[in-house]
């Protein structure tokens, strides 16, 4: 079975720009979460994803966003990127939606300059 | 409020156990979680434990489960060189929109 699947490894952005990250899940889960890591602030939630509907978003500004497809990848888009919006972004999925083991991607290093 | 405490380093020497300690503060947990991320990669799911139960074990590693001091703790036997990453505690809340919770994390270091 494979896992959570993410594209692109690595992207490179300057100041003022927009990113776009894509995640798809393992065959058969539902839901998708989107989190950040942050050198020094941890593993932070982003969005929550499911049946092609956002379900929770987390404390990030509206700049964050996304949406989930019919086949229930997922897109992350960041616009006017910022400096500190640099950082390794993991998506997750769960079979179950909003429960159950949360299984995780290799994550995108985003670098903003 | 929610808050999910580790510390943040744990050196110890090849073949000795490691013993990574964990606090919660929400007491609707419903699941707690290990995880383990290698450097430069994804988190790996090692095990998780049901707020139920108080202990689970599988192959090399044991989880501890004290819910009334909201306390988890991952024990690694026989610890290798290969166990060296960081390592998060994380709990899903009974009725949460979906997140995990996640401490920030403890880095092992094995010495061979």
């Known amino acids: 079975e494979a896992g959570v699947t993410q594209s692109p490894t690595h992207l490179i952005k300057t100041r003022g720009q927009q990113a776009t990250l894509r995640c798809s899940p393992i065959s058969g889960h539902t839901s998708v979460y989107w989190y950040q890591q942050a050198l020094g602030l941890g593993l932070q939630f982003l969005l929550w994803y499911d049946e092609g509907e956002e379900r929770n978003r987390g404390n990030f500004p509206p700049r964050f966003s996304g949406r989930q497809f019919p086949n229930y990848s997922s897109e992350l888009n960041v616009n006017a990127l910022e400096l500190e919006d640099s950082a390794l972004y993991l998506c997750?999925?769960?079979?179950?939606?909003?429960?159950?083991?949360?299984?995780f991607g290799p994550g995108t290093r985003l670098t903003v300059t | 409020g929610e808050d999910v405490e580790q510390s943040l380093f744990l050196s110890v020497r090849e073949g000795d156990s490691s013993v990574i300690n964990c606090t919660y503060t929400?007491?609707?947990?419903?699941?707690l979680y290990w995880y383990k991320q290698e450097p430069g990669a994804g988190l790996q799911l090692l095990t998780y434990?049901?707020?139920?139960?108080d202990m689970k074990q599988d192959q090399r590693l044991t989880v501890l489960l004290n819910k009334k001091d909201k306390h988890l703790s991952l024990r690694i036997a026989d610890t290798q060189t290969g166990d060296s990453a960081i390592y998060f505690c994380?709990?899903?809340?009974?009725?949460?929109?979906?997140?995990?919770?996640f401490g920030k994390g403890t880095k092992l270091s094995v010495k061979p």
């Open positions: 434990i049901f707020s139920n139960m």
């Open positions: 994380a709990e899903s809340i009974e009725g949460s929109q979906g997140n995990l919770i």
């Open positions: 997750a999925s769960t079979r179950d939606r909003g429960q159950g083991e949360q299984y």
């Open positions: 929400d007491s609707s947990s419903t699941y």
